[in-house]
């Protein structure tokens, strides 16, 4: 099991060290150098990070996906220099192009493509949905393969935690659904407090905390009780899914990305393609 230094933003703080389960030392320092020899041969930043997270996927299958992204790429990285400005212009892309590339091939065996656009091409194909919202708030178009081509049927919106501005994305993602398409959400969940204030434990903004007492979780509402999207698919183990039936009737998922092939995700996804073809 290896230990990850959380440093404290106020001086004189200690730090703490956080456990990450099935990973080892070895491991980390090999994450390390991949991501490090990525940003020096990448063109762009974003695409080394990504690579470099698919790559711990694959290394660390058992580990919590979030601690990897969290406490093995954002620290290494903070520990490089980057500021705290500088992870949040690159992760937002990293995140979206680890995630399809962990989960495009498996999509595509069911007939299903993944797709970041650009601005001008997204745009173009939401005016061709009739769906008014700007081009930025989608971040992966969903298409199903038809005998006349590929067909959009939905939209993912990738969130590294729930804080992340995730309402901004809750006009598109309505529009999405009042057309009848599906609009899922896929999150790392991550949120923890270094020292002083905590003990730099991952445990997410979902209820991974708190979720036995009657704290109230508004976040986990977005989902359970307003419906704002379809479903919720968590990628921290740490996260309570939902119980079996909820107010809104959409549910949060909470997946591991190297379960046995289909898993939840690419599950209801192929379902909601098929219900679109019938």
Known sequence: MASIEVKSA?????SVWVDVANVTDEQCLEIYSTLDSLIGTEPQVSDAVAKAFV?????????????????LIYRHLRNRGFSDQRWKRVSGFALERGFLGIYSVRLEDHGIRARILSYNEA?????SLSIPV???????????NTSGGW?????????????????DDVPASLAFIDRGLVSVAVTMDVKSF???????????ELGGRSFDTD???PKRAYIEELGQFDALFSFNLRTPPSPSSTPSGKMIYTLSMMEPQPDRLVEYLAAAWRQRQD
């Open 134 to 144: 700007k081009p930025s708030k989608i971040d992966i178009f969903l298409e199903g």
């Open 215 to 217: 704290k109230a979780r």
């Open 55 to 71: 790559h711990a996927i694959e290394l660390c299958s058992e580990a919590n996906p979030s601690d990897l992204w969290h406490h």
């Open 123 to 127: 745009e173009r194909l939401l005016k």
């Open 151 to 167: 067909a959009v049927f939905g939209a993912i919106h990738v969130k590294s935690s729930i804080a992340e501005r995730i309402q």
């Open 10 to 14: 106020q001086p004189g703080v200690e």
């Open 194 to 204: 270094p020292p002083p204030h905590g003990d730099g434990v991952n445990h997410g």
